[in-house]
Structures are given as structure tokens and as C-alpha cells.
């Protein structure tokens, strides 16, 4: 298998996103920016595998997802910097980029509460059996919330094209998962509900792929499967929060030599896929294609005041 086009989407995801720390630095994001940094590996792996028309959800830490789905990295630039260009006309933010073009049906920054909703997506493609795959990002701490245990059983029940891929980080803000669970995690949930399951370095990418060509074929033949990826949150919660408080150095520097990016880099020059000079190329196009992103979003206007009441869903009271 050829691994250079994962390595370009997880480069594309590194490199956003450490844009978007600078930009946040800076005072151009507004709110908090959960960052994807060190869990390429996982969204790409997964994604590599879908069509177009397949459907994604996602969580408070989705740019990656949405950039492994295909989104338009200056859209979702402009989105998060609240920009009327952006996907969500700027009134999203990070944490709520949806692209329904590309499938992408939303971030949520509401822990689990993506996870139901994909169940809901999925039940339409399998009644309609329109042959779509519906996959739910989420993180460790959402294996704690009910959604996750009553959409495990639909799905289950219902054999609902579903792939549930859990990206475990090993920490819900400062509190690693060992202070949190008594179980033996989410795969081991996903058996007792029936479901197939595999657990998966995360921060290996040719893992992740052949894990996920396996499972999307699986979910696609009606067959729920449920990933859990082990993998390590590189920075803070998000971009404003410094980590050293509740982590050791060690523990930093643990997350970092297992780099998903380092490891593929070694892969591709290994089986002769590309040179180290090919790679540098590929690094300064994919910073060219970040510095047009943020040259489209600083150019965009903040989305007009009217704005703020439309695309808004509500019922009149006194309406029924
Ligand atoms: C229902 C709910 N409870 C609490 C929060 C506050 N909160 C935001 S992110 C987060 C931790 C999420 O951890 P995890 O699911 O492991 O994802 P990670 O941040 O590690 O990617 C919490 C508790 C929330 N957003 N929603
Ligand atoms: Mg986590």
C-alpha cells in the first residue's frame, strides 16, 4: 500500500492546527481552541477509507476530523477565527464546524452527545440502505455518558452501519482515565453489546489504516464495529491551558517520541516512497496551502449582526 497520501492529510492536519495555536496566541480565534495535534494518525486512518458521501461526527477537538473529510482547509479556518466565509458562516466557531457538502455533519462540543446522533444517521442509511457509513469520533471521557451505552445497544440491535472509533487520549481535561473508569474500556464495552471490535495504536498510521479498511468494510456490510485508539494528547486541553500542572516531562516527552508523523516519515524512506528532500517539498506545499488559508480567513469580514437570528431553529411561543 502506498501511505503517501495519509502522510499529506496528517501533515495538513499538523500543520492547521499549529497555525491555529499561533492565530489563537495572537487573539484571532475567539473562545478556546481544542487542538488535534499527535492523533493524525487516527482521523486520517479512518477517513482514508470512506466516500465522499459517507458521514462523519465529531467532538470539541474536530479540525482534524473535518480536514480528513475533505474539508476546505481555508473554510474551516475562516470558521474557526468566526469569519462570515467560513462553513458555519462564522457563527460555529472551533468547536461546531459542520460541512454538510463534504459529509462532515458536525462537531459538538457537548461530550457523547455527537454519539446518539450518529446512531440517528445511520438508522436513516439503513432504512434507506443507501450504502453510507456513518463513523462517530469521540473521545475517552464519552465512554462515561449514557448516549454511548444506549447507542451501542441500537446499533447493535439494529445493525446500524456504524463505526464508533474512540480516540482514547488517556485524559478528560486533567484527570487521566485510570482516576476515571473501573471497566476495562470501550472495546471491551462494545463486546458486551455484541459489537466487533478492535483496539489499535493510534499513533501508528499503517495501523490505523488496516484497521480501518477492515472495520469500514465490516460497518459497510451492516456489521457495527467499535475501534478504540490508544493514543496521547500532545498539549493542554486546549490552546489556552498549559498542561505541566497535572503531567510530568517524561510524560511529555513520551507523547512526542511516539509522533505519528515521525514514524510514517521513517516508513516512506524505508520502502523507498519518498526522500527526505520529496518530504521537505511536500512540508513547504502544505505550509503555502495554511499561509492561503489564513490570508483567506484575516481577509473575510465577521459575519453581519443581523446574522445572528438567522439559520436559527425555534418555535414562536404560543406557536404549537
Ligand atoms: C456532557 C459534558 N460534560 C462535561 C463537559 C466539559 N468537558 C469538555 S471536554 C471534556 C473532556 C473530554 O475528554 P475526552 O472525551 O476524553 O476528549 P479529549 O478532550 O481528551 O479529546 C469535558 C469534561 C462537556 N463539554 N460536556
Ligand atoms: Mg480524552
Redesign the pocket.
Known amino acids: 500500500m502506498k501511505y503517501l497520501p495519509a502522510y499529506r492529510k496528517m501533515l495538513l492536519i499538523r500543520r492547521f492546527e499549529e497555525r491555529v495555536a499561533e492565530l489563537h496566541r495572537a487573539g484571532l480565534v475567539p473562545g478556546f481552541a ?1 487542538l488535534y495535534w499527535g492523533q493524525e494518525a487516527i482521523a486520517v486512518g479512518v477517513c482514508h477509507w470512506l466516500r465522499d458521501d459517507d458521514h462523519i461526527l465529531s ?3 474536530g479540525h482534524g476530523h473535518c480536514l480528513a473529510k475533505g474539508a476546505d482547509p481555508a473554510r474551516t479556518l475562516a470558521e474557526i477565527m468566526g469569519r462570515a466565509t467560513g462553513y458555519c458562516r462564522g457563527k460555529g466557531g472551533s468547536m461546531h464546524v459542520a460541512a454538510f457538502e463534504r459529509g462532515i455533519l458536525g462537531a459538538n ?5 455527537s454519539i446518539p446522533i450518529a446512531t440517528g444517521v445511520a438508522l436513516a442509511s439503513g432504512l434507506a440502505d443507501d450504502g453510507r457509513v456513518t463513523v462517530v469520533f ?5 465512554v462515561e ?1 449514557g448516549p454511548f451505552h444506549e447507542s451501542l445497544n441500537l446499533a447493535s440491535l439494529w445493525h446500524l452501519p456504524l463505526l464508533f472509533v474512540c ?1 482514547n ?1 488517556q ?3 486533567s484527570v487521566p482515565v485510570q482516576k476515571r473508569q473501573g471497566g476495562r474500556g470501550a472495546a471491551a464495552i462494545a463486546q458486551a453489546h455484541g459489537l466487533e471490535t478492535r483496539r489499535v495504536d493510534g499513533n501508528d498510521a499503517v495501523a490505523m489504516l488496516e484497521a480501518s479498511q477492515w472495520a469500514v468494510q465490516r460497518v459497510r456490510e451492516g456489521k457495527p464495529v467499535l475501534l478504540e485508539c490508544a493514543t496521547i ?1 500532545w498539549g493542554g ?1 486546549h490552546s489556552a491551558q498549559p498542561t505541566r500542572r497535572y503531567r510530568s516531562r517524561e510524560e511529555l516527552q513520551a507523547a512526542q517520541a511516539a509522533c505519528p508523523l515521525a514514524r510514517l516519515e521513517k516508513r516512506l524512506i524505508a520502502q523507498g516512497e519518498a526522500t527526505p528532500e520529496e518530504l521537505l517539498e511536500i512540508n513547504a506545499a502544505i505550509i503555502a496551502q495554511v499561509d492561503e488559508a489564513e490570508r483567506f480567513a484575516r481577509q473575510s469580514p465577521f459575519p453581519e449582526p443581523g446574522a445572528a437570528t438567522e439559520d436559527v431553529y425555534a418555535t414562536q411561543e404560543g406557536s404549537g
Open positions: 481544542h467532538t470539541h477537538r462540543g457537548i461530550v457523547a452527545a469521540f473521545g475517552d471521557a464519552a455518558e480516540e487520549n485524559y478528560a481535561i494528547r486541553h
